[in-house]
């Protein structure tokens, strides 16, 4: 019984535009809206059965709980209905009318109305329930919240343009009833043996019963032809058991796909998964994907974790980050524990031994899944390369086993070369791209780990990638690099920079470059705050070229080094010079070996905030330490050597800093000095 009290209310902008893509975009998937709406009536039914933990009157006259799924074939409608929670007024027209999800307006921004690369870009986002208009022109939904009155109902309803009304309605069942009008082009869905199979291909899993009303031949009379006809009788069309609950071998690999694409509303299939049943003294279920994408807000720390935990089969809560670290938040999954109490609040999941327990069990797990994904990667690289020398009769070097580089402009201001083409290269074996397809993805999350997770540092720093200078392609391991370090080299080496290109060219190099040393080359932004944390990998110690003075040990050879100490020798009057002119601006001027072509670079101390990580604090606003980097001048450098007698000396000191300053990507602080001096010399 509908009193008069209906509102139209306009849609959240987003929202319209999203369902006009939606209606476009998706729709040659279009049957995905079944999953999608038969995924929210479970997600409906599991959060009853959490809230009638504490209050069973909740589930009213009503305790079985079940999805059905009926077709009007006259009327052309497909209805979905569920007695879960139900949705009051208000949670209608907040839930139904916005989207409340992080990362929307990025999304949208980024849609770019090729129709292809939006459906994929939709499909990552996750439409639910606004792709019931793939199928529909008008949708209605009739709910009730459990343990509202009956006159407490809300009617829904929407044509998928502009606006959408709703309705205060008498509804005696709690629950939701979805009403999809469908379009002349959806008739396909007006049909018990289509829907049966859309429902065992993407729903099969789901843990409460789908029921379809039961039908049966009926023949023809008087020579019409015969018909399926309803009996008036439901039957559960899946199999209705938690998918985590069955053994491994009963699951395909389509089950574990799909299972994965109802938990985290991904479009793409996973990367990888593991399904394991702990026991010992805590007893659980843990069932883990890694995502092929990382999601719009992967950098949000404060973002919840993908993990659902269940208690015996009963949902308890989503994104449980007690569960996993905040370095592992792109893993999604399930953890059915068979020994928490079914009242666990979030307080006290921080607290119990337990739920820390299940904690460190399932780190190690992703771990391990991410080493055999690195492993796997790494067979798949050596069996490239060995393929190429056999038969070949000679000896043919083997092709870099990463990624076609490309001009090197190819690759400024990216991360590096972006590892999914890493991951085509070895298109012959489906599992060995896959780490480089993680580490392109959630590579600078996991780095964040060193600095979290003291326990698991080593394991952390192995499945570490970076760029080096023999190596555009972000693929070099520290173990890799160990094994390729030069006689007599006593430390992993590396910069941190902005940039590829930044990194590539910068002037701190050029030693290392000459003498044949490898650099690791570090450009994500969490790189320098991460390395913080780790001194040493396999007993070397790493250094930053860019933090105190260079020191090769016994890579320099004897002659080098005196060579070095006499011309420190003889510039040192000129040294005092520079440390007058530059006071204010250097806390230190030096001569240095570490130049070959540049005549100057700074460098900071050891153990300091390199001036790119000042830097990029000061951008995001906030408090950086003022710190004077130190000049190191090549006293080869013909500018340099110019410095003695100049008559310009105050101003080609000035420069000398201030390019060296440009030159790491920073600005002079007072760029309208620096010109007039350039311009001086110039005339
Ligand atoms: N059958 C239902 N019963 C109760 N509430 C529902 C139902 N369907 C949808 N809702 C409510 O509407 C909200 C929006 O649903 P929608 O499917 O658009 O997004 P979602 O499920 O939150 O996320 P996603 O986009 O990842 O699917 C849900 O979070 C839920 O609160």
Redesign the pocket.
């Known amino acids: 019984m509908s009193t008069n009290t209906t509102t139209k209310l306009p849609f959240q902008a987003e929202v319209a535009q999203l369902l006009h893509l939606v209606t476009h975009a998706l729709y040659s998937n279009k049957e995905i809206f079944l999953r999608?709406?038969i995924?929210?009536?479970s997600?409906?039914c599991d959060?009853l059965r959490f809230e009638g933990i504490d209050n069973p009157a909740l589930y009213e006259d009503a305790p079985n709980l079940e999805v059905r799924v009926s077709f009007d074939k006259a009327a052309r409608t497909l209805t979905?209905a569920?007695n879960?929670?139900?949705?009051s007024k208000q949670?209608?027209i907040?839930?139904?009318g916005t989207?409340?999800?992080s990362g929307t307006k990025d999304f949208m921004s980024k849609l770019s109305g090729d129709q292809k690369a939006d459906a994929q870009l939709i499909g990552q986002?996750?439409?639910?329930?606004?792709?019931g208009f793939i199928v529909a022109d008008r949708i209605t939904?009739e709910?009730r919240r459990a343990g509202a009155a009956a006159d407490q109902g809300v009617r829904w309803a929407s044509g998928g343009a502009g606006d959408f009304e709703v309705d205060d309605i008498e509804r005696t069942q709690r629950?939701?009833t979805?009403t999809l009008h469908l379009r002349d082009d959806a008739e396909e869905y007006l049909n018990a043996w289509k829907l049966k199979q859309v429902i065992g291909k993407y729903s099969d899993h789901i843990s409460l019963p789908i029921l379809m009303e039961k039908e049966e031949w009926k023949e023809g009379e008087n020579d019409q032809p015969g018909d399926m006809v309803k009996t008036g009788e439901w039957e559960p069309v899946n199999k209705a058991s938690a998918l985590w609950t069955r053994a491994k071998k009963d699951i395909t690999s389509e089950q574990y796909a799909e299972f994965y694409k109802t938990i985290s509303?991904d479009y793409a299939d996973p990367l990888a998964w593991s399904h394991n049943r702990v026991e010992g003294s805590t007893e659980y279920t843990q069932l883990l994907y890694i995502p092929a994408k990382a999601p719009m807000d992967l950098f949000n720390r404060e973002k919840s974790a993908g993990v659902k935990l269940y208690v015996k089969r009963v949902f308890i809560m989503d994104d449980a980050e007690a569960l996993m670290p905040s370095y592992l938040r792109f893993v999604k999954g399930v953890i059915d524990s068979a020994d928490l109490p079914l009242n666990v609040s979030r307080e006290l999941l921080q607290e119990s031994r337990d739920v820390k327990a299940i904690r460190e069990g399932s780190t190690k797990r992703v771990l391990s899944m991410l080493e055999d994904l690195a492993k796997k990667q790494k067979t798949a690289v050596d069996n490239a390369a060995g393929k190429i020398d056999v038969g070949s009769g000679e000896s043919v070097p083997a092709p870099e086993p990463t990624a076609p580089v490309g001009d090197v402009t190819d690759v400024v201001d990216k991360k590096a070369v972006p590892a999914a083409e890493a991951a085509a290269e070895f298109a012959s074996d489906p599992d060995a791209g896959k780490y480089a397809a993680f580490y392109a993805e959630f590579g600078a999350v996991l780095k964040e780990g060193l600095g979290e997770d003291f326990g698991n540092r080593e394991r952390i720093a192995k499945l570490l990638r970076f760029a080096s200078t023999a190596s555009d392609t972000v693929s070099v391991g520290f173990a890799d690099y160990k094994a390729r370090m030069k006689e007599g080299q006593e430390a992993i080496y590396y910069i941190t920079a902005d940039s590829l290109a930044a990194a590539k060219n910068s002037p701190q190099l050029e030693v290392f470059k000459k003498k044949g040393i490898e650099v690791l080359l570090m450009t994500d932004r969490v790189d320098e705050w991460a390395l913080n944390y780790l001194e040493e990998f396999d007993s070397t110690p790493l250094q930053s070229v860019a933090k105190g003075a260079v020191d090769l040990g016994t890579l320099q050879d004897e002659a080098e080094k005196k060579a070095a100490e006499e011309a420190a020798e003889t510039f040192k009057p000129v040294l005092e010079r520079l440390k007058e002119a530059l006071k204010d601006k250097a806390e230190d001027v030096r001569v240095t070996t570490r130049l070959v072509d540049s005549p100057a670079c700074l460098v900071v101390k050891d153990g300091g905030m390199s001036t790119q990580l000042a830097r990029m604090l000061k951008q995001a606003g906030q408090a950086a330490p003022e710190l004077k980097p130190v000049l190191e001048v090549n006293a080869e450098h013909p500018l340099v050597k110019k410095l003695e007698g100049s008559a310009h000396f105050e101003d080609l000191a000035n420069i000398l800093f201030d390019q060296a300053l440009l030159a790491e990507g920073g600005l002079p602080e007072d760029p309208a000095a620096y010109v007039r001096r350039v311009n001086a010399l110039l005339v």
Request: proline share 0%.
């Open positions: 999608e709406l995924s929210n009536a997600d409906a959060k979905i569920d879960g929670i139900g949705l949670e209608a907040d839930n139904l989207i409340a999800k986002f996750g439409v639910g329930f606004y792709s939904v709910s629950g939701t979805v509303h």
